[in-house]
Every structure is written in structure tokens, then in C-alpha cells.
């Protein structure tokens, strides 16, 4: 004899999510715009640095100017 049971988790379907609320996503795009301007923020303070600086830490000046332009995230 078997047994077997359904559950509501059952029919939500393999690889599919629920589907995300209004604010949800509102929440998710400004957190976004908010990261974007940090990173420009922290962009722009370092290319305020001199070249030699920039070397020491790692950062490459053409490549900072390239990410400020686009306002990419890393």
C-alpha cells in the first residue's frame, strides 16, 4: 500500500520562485541606484589620489575612470 501526500510547496513547481512584491522590488532597485552612487563616490575620491598612490593600492587610474563613466557595479 502506498501513501502519498500533496503539498502546497508541491505545486509552486521545481525552479520557480514566488513571485516578488511591489515594494520588494521598489526595495531591490534603490538599493541598487544607492550602490552605484557609492561607488561613484569612492571612484571619484580615488582619482583625487596621484598615480603612485593609485599603483601602491592596486588600482589602475584608466580603469577607475572607465568604471565612474559606465556607474557599473563590480
Do not use: C, W
Amino acid at each position: 500500500m502506498a501513501l502519498s501526500t500533496a503539498t502546497s510547496t508541491g505545486l509552486i513547481g521545481e525552479g520557480r520562485r514566488p513571485a516578488r512584491s511591489l515594494f520588494r522590488r521598489a526595495f531591490d532597485h534603490m538599493i541598487a541606484a544607492r550602490e552605484k552612487q557609492a561607488l561613484r563616490h569612492v571612484n571619484s575620491y580615488l582619482l583625487s589620489l596621484d598615480d603612485a598612490t593609485l599603483a601602491h593600492y592596486g588600482y589602475d587610474r584608466d580603469e577607475l575612470k572607465r568604471q565612474g563613466a559606465a556607474a557599473t557595479l563590480l
